[in-house]
Nanobody, 122 residues
Framework: QVQLAESGGELVQTGGSLGLSCAAS????????MTWFRRTSGKDHEAVAS????????WFGHFVKGRFSISRDNVKNTAYLRMNNLKPVATAVYYC???????????????WGQGTQVTVPS
């Protein structure tokens, strides 16, 4: 059974930075495109950033505007999201999942983890 565990979210002031991690168990991530999604109250999961299985290709949502980076360590079976210059609109619960598409995937392949809360007060 695939389990995803996101961590690293916290309250951070506008302009601050955070690093999120996504550790997987029950599966080897090395053959999957991995995507970070976010979810706010009443909305569906929205893709934020994706990285190909080999790490060579990435995609970012338009709202990221060069402030985020995504990486992965297939040996550690972990994906990462680095968020810089955070703004209040980034407030959400962040999840990771594998995806079929690298560009703007609309869903994940596996059951969602618990997510990690990022809060940027306005």
């Amino acid at each position: 059974q695939v389990q995803l565990a996101e961590s690293g979210g916290e309250l951070v002031q506008t302009g601050g930075s955070l690093g999120l991690s996504c550790a997987a168990s029950g599966v080897s991530l090395g053959i999957y495109t991995m995507t970070w999604f976010r979810r706010t109250s009443g909305k569906d999961h929205e893709a934020v950033a994706s990285i190909s299985a080999d790490g060579a290709n990435t995609w970012f949502g338009h709202f990221v505007k060069g402030r985020f980076s995504i990486s992965r360590d297939n040996v550690k079976n972990t994906a990462y999201l680095r968020m810089n210059n955070l703004k209040p609109v980034a407030t959400a619960v962040y999840y990771c999942n594998a995806a079929m598409d690298i560009v703007a995937p609309t869903s994940g392949l596996w059951a969602w983890g618990q997510g990690t809360q990022v809060t940027v007060p306005s």
